[in-house]
T-cell receptor, first 112, second 112 residues
Framework: DTEVTQTPKHLVMGMTNKKSLKCEQH?????MYWYKQKAKKPPELMFV???????INESVPSRFSPECPNSSLLNLHLHALQPEDSALYLC???????????FGSGTRLTVV | GENVEQHPSTLSVQEGDSAVIKCTYS??????FPWYKQELGKGPQLIID?????GEKKDQRIAVTLNKTAKHFSLHITETQPEDSAVYFC???????????FGTGTRLLVSP
């Protein structure tokens, strides 16, 4: 299995809702990432987990809460988002911190 | 930290022509330079990468060259096809923070 699987593919949520994005990989990668991508922009790093521990938080607002339950799963919990948080949320994994990222197809999030 | 510049922002070529995308980086300690292709509605896909101890790498119609002295690297696509149309991102390692830093992207359009 050489894929990173993200669910759901599309999500529409209100500003008072709580939702979660899920990411799964079975490549034995020990680093996992959340990225945010706005239209016509490069991916923007949010969080890095290395060996299931949070190692980088790029000053992301607390309304985004990551979780790594085990080495194959990564969640992003969303609460009280703003319309400007609407974007494509990408999960990625890699064998180590910088080499050979594999990206998922992303979750297209719309906050209304 | 690392800064990556990418040019051009858009590139239009005829089918069969060659396409070249250029990136410069600032961190002289960077040692890994991947290129990603992102099609509409999908996550970025790693297409080729190069490490700092190598000057050139080829994979069928794509090649990457690296000039460490000048701190720039380039993606070369020969015999372009319409299915090469996508957004291409270069990236380089930020050795201080152990993460990838992406360029701003190049939208490549190959016309039949």
């Amino acid at each position: 299995d050489t894929e990173v699987t993200q669910t759901p593919k599309h999500l529409v949520m209100g500003m008072t809702n709580k939702k979660s994005l899920k990411c799964e990989q079975h490549m034995g990668h020990r680093a996992m990432y959340w990225y945010k991508q706005k239209a016509k922009k490069p991916p923007e790093l949010m969080f890095v987990y290395s060996y299931e521990k949070l190692s980088i938080n790029e000053s992301v607002p607390s309304r985004f809460s990551p979780e790594c339950p085990n080495s194959s799963l990564l969640n992003l919990h969303l609460h009280a988002l703003q319309p400007e948080d609407s974007a494509l949320y990408l999960c990625a994994s890699s064998q180590d911190r910088v080499n050979g990222y594999t990206f998922g197809s992303g979750t297209r999030l719309t906050v209304v | 930290g690392e800064n990556v510049e990418q040019h051009p922002s858009t590139l239009s070529v005829q089918e069969g022509d060659s396409a070249v995308i250029k990136c410069t980086y600032s961190d002289s300690a960077s040692n890994y330079f991947p290129w990603y292709k992102q099609e509409l509605g999908k996550g970025p896909q790693l297409i080729i990468d190069i490490r700092s101890n190598v000057g050139e790498k080829k994979d069928q119609r794509i090649a990457v060259t690296l000039n460490k002295t000048a701190k720039h690297f380039s993606l070369h696509i020969t015999e372009t096809q319409p299915e090469d149309s996508a957004v291409y991102f270069c990236a380089a390692t930020d050795t201080g923070f152990q993460k990838l830093v992406f360029g701003t992207g190049t939208r490549l359009l190959v016309s039949p």
